[in-house]
């Protein structure tokens, strides 16, 4: 069975409200207006981790704005995957499907790069839901709240999903993946944005 853990309690609000489980079923918890974060902390074939870790590439990044099928077509062409790991690219294929399919929407914003150090927290997009993911060395944080001696961030693991969906300016969820300076091993980052449910579902 699989656990489903909540964060924070009512007495830490105003913050980001969190539900993950490593079960795929918590993605549908993304249409919750109760929630601002979704992870789903899947578990993946040990080749992948094998290779995440051996992996010290730095191919350029891919990003494509335009619908699904615009997305698919140029992740398929061999020029845009070379020097990416092939089990990354289908992994790509297929978190571009589920986006489109959780947001309503055929249109997106795929981002796949390798992230630098020493990159600074940025606020999702307001009227965008972001979808998450990286790969190898390092890990996805965003704040989580604040205490007296500043603000207080929660950390992502590797190829989890996060699910980031549109908060009220005082809940604005800042995020960044970060990578430490002293690994050979790449940091991937995958960011796919497509139109808030509620956008999509009026247009």
């Known amino acids: 069975m699989f656990v489903i853990e909540s964060w924070p309690g009512s007495s830490l609000v105003p913050a980001p409200r969190v539900r993950a489980s ?13 929630l601002d974060i979704v992870v789903w902390g899947r578990m993946v074939p040990d080749d992948w ?10 191919p350029a990044p891919i990003r494509i704005d335009g619908t699904l099928d615009d997305v698919l077509r140029t992740l398929k062409h061999p020029a845009t995957r070379c020097g990416w790991p092939s089990f990354l690219v289908k992994d790509a294929e297929q978190n571009a499907s589920m986006a489109a399919a959780l947001g ?19 606020p999702v997009p307001a009227s965008k839901l972001q979808i998450v993911c990286c790969y190898g060395a390092g890990a996805v944080e965003w704040i989580s709240g604040q205490s007296p001696t500043g603000p207080l961030v929660s950390s992502l693991s590797p190829f989890s999903i996060a699910l980031m969906k549109p908060a009220p300016p005082a809940m604005a969820i800042h995020c960044r993946t970060w990578v430490p300076d002293t690994t050979p091993a790449a940091c991937i980052e995958m960011v796919i944005q497509i139109p808030a449910m509620f956008e999509a579902a009026r247009s």
């Open 104 to 122: 309503g929407s055929v249109r997106q914003r795929f981002s796949l790069r390798v992230v630098q150090p020493g990159e600074v927290l940025q």
């Open 49 to 58: 981790l094998d290779a995440s870790v051996a992996f010290t590439g730095r």
């Open 22 to 34: 490593a079960d795929p079923s918590i993605l549908m918890d993304a249409i919750h207006p109760d």
